[in-house]
Structure formats: C-alpha cells, structure tokens
C-alpha cells in the first residue's frame, strides 16, 4: 500500500470528509493503485484516526466507483478497465457535445474570455511537473463551457460524471506525449465557440474525448502485458 499520503485536516470540515477526501485523492492520483487493498486498521493508523470514519469514506468511494467490495476480501480499488471507462466516456461524449453546442448559442462575452485565459492557464499548467495542478486546469476549462449552456440540468448531470471522469483525466494527462494534443484540442474547442460553429465544436468536443478514450485504452493493455 503506497505510504506517502497522509491526512490534512480542515478545521471546517468534521473528520469523515476530511478522510474521504484524503482517501478519493489518493486513488485519483494513483497513490493506491488499482486493485490494491483498503484494510481498515492500515489506514487508521496510517491516518491517525479511528475505524468508523476509515469505513464511512471506504462506503462514500464505492458509491463514486472508486472502490469495489469483494467477497471474503473486502474493499479494494476499484480497477480502471476498458468497459468501464467507455461506459463513463460514452455519455461524457454526448454530454461535451451537447455543452459545446450550447455555448455557441449562449456563452457571454465575458465566459469567452474566462474560457480564453483558462486554454492559456492549462498551456502554462502542462510546463510544470505537476499533473494535479494539470488536471486542475483542464477541469476548470471544462467547467466554464458547461456553466455557459445556462442548463442546470445539463449541468447536474455533467457532475454526476465528474468524479469518475477525473479518475480517466488524470490517467490521461499523466501521458506527457499528449500534452501538446490536448492544447492543440483545446484551441479548436475555444475558437469553434468564438466562431459560433456549433458543429465544428460538437465535432471538436467528440474527437477530444474519442482521443482520452484510446490514449487510456493503450495504457490499460500495456499496464496488462506487464504484470
């Protein structure tokens, strides 16, 4: 069990949401890989804390799909496999397309420039050795063109996905060969928008998810032959 994460406290948050929190960003980042073991008492002490909240977080993770219950084992990681990640793709792609569309009807002048500093955030993101502070960026790009469709169910739906999409981002932008890809794709979404192409960027917004989709799809069969 990876050992180099620990808890932050938060005075404002009560101690269950402080060790989920610890525990979801732990997974995201790869800290505990797939498949590997959640064993309560391990954690606790690791953590500094009791059982009870080790088992709430453990509880909360399963219900986001970052962790799996197995029979006479217990919870683990939950792996990331290819049916489950074009599951969770399939319906981002439709939803991204559908956002793109709609930001092209009704983003604001000053969402476009949010979203023109946000492409120039993430470029600058991707020179640092940081792939939080990457992943970071990219959700805060994405984030400003759902908010512009005006559709807060759209919305909703989008940050239901939120969670497990962050897990295959972060898988996908720890490729660094791909970096220059996803600024190129990111440049493409933006002035589509600015043009008010609503096709070009629906087309736009398919091709970047299409493209995360085979990068993470490769790295899951590399990963596979290795073991």
Same mark, same amino acid.
């Given at each position: 069990m990876?050992?180099n %994460?620990? @808890?932050n406290m938060?005075?404002?948050?009560?101690?269950r949401d402080?060790v %989920?929190?610890t525990?979801? #960003?732990?997974i995201l980042?790869g $800290?505990?890989k797939?498949?590997e073991?959640l064993?309560?008492?391990?954690l606790?002490n690791?953590?500094?804390?009791? =059982?009870?909240?080790?088992?709430?977080?453990?509880? #909360?993770l399963e219900?986001?799909?970052l962790v799996?219950?197995?029979?006479?084992r217990?919870?683990?990681?939950?792996?990331i496999?290819? #049916?489950?990640l074009?599951? @969770?793709?399939?319906? +981002?792609?439709?939803?991204?397309a559908?956002?793109?569309e709609?930001?092209c @009807?009704?983003i604001t002048?000053?969402?476009?420039?949010?979203?023109?500093?946000?492409?120039a955030q993430f470029?600058?993101?991707?020179q640092q050795?940081? @792939?939080?502070v990457?992943a +970071?960026?990219d959700?805060?790009l994405?984030?400003?063109i759902?908010a512009a469709?005006?559709?807060? =169910?759209l919305v909703?739906?989008v940050?239901?996905l939120a969670? /497990?999409?962050?897990?295959?981002r972060? $898988?996908?932008i720890?490729d #660094?060969? /791909?970096?220059?890809k996803l600024i190129?794709e990111h440049r493409i979404i933006? &002035?589509s928008i600015?043009?008010?192409?609503? &096709?070009?960027?629906? =087309?736009?917004a398919?091709l970047?998810?299409?493209?995360q &989709?085979a990068?993470?799809?490769?790295q899951i =069969?590399?990963e596979?032959k290795?073991?």
């Amino acid at each position: 069990m990876g050992d180099n %994460f620990q @808890v932050n406290m938060d005075e404002f948050l009560p101690l269950r949401d402080v060790v %989920f929190n610890t525990l979801r #960003k732990a997974i995201l980042t790869g $800290e505990l890989k797939p498949g590997e073991r959640l064993m309560e008492i391990h954690l606790a002490n690791k953590l500094g804390v009791s =059982r009870t909240p080790i088992r709430e977080a453990i509880r #909360k993770l399963e219900l986001e799909g970052l962790v799996t219950m197995i029979p006479r084992r217990g919870a683990e990681v939950a792996q990331i496999t290819e #049916k489950s990640l074009k599951d @969770v793709l399939e319906v +981002r792609r439709a939803l991204d397309a559908l956002c793109a569309e709609l930001a092209c @009807v009704r983003i604001t002048s000053e969402e476009m420039e949010h979203l023109k500093e946000a492409c120039a955030q993430f470029e600058m993101a991707t020179q640092q050795n940081d @792939v939080t502070v990457i992943a +970071r960026a990219d959700v805060a790009l994405h984030d400003i063109i759902v908010a512009a469709t005006g559709n807060r =169910r759209l919305v909703q739906l989008v940050n239901n996905l939120a969670e /497990q999409m962050y897990r295959y981002r972060f $898988e996908y932008i720890k490729d #660094k060969s /791909q970096h220059e890809k996803l600024i190129e794709e990111h440049r493409i979404i933006y &002035e589509s928008i600015l043009n008010k192409n609503c &096709e070009a960027a629906a =087309r736009a917004a398919k091709l970047h998810i299409d493209n995360q &989709e085979a990068s993470i799809i490769r790295q899951i =069969r590399l990963e596979s032959k290795q073991k």
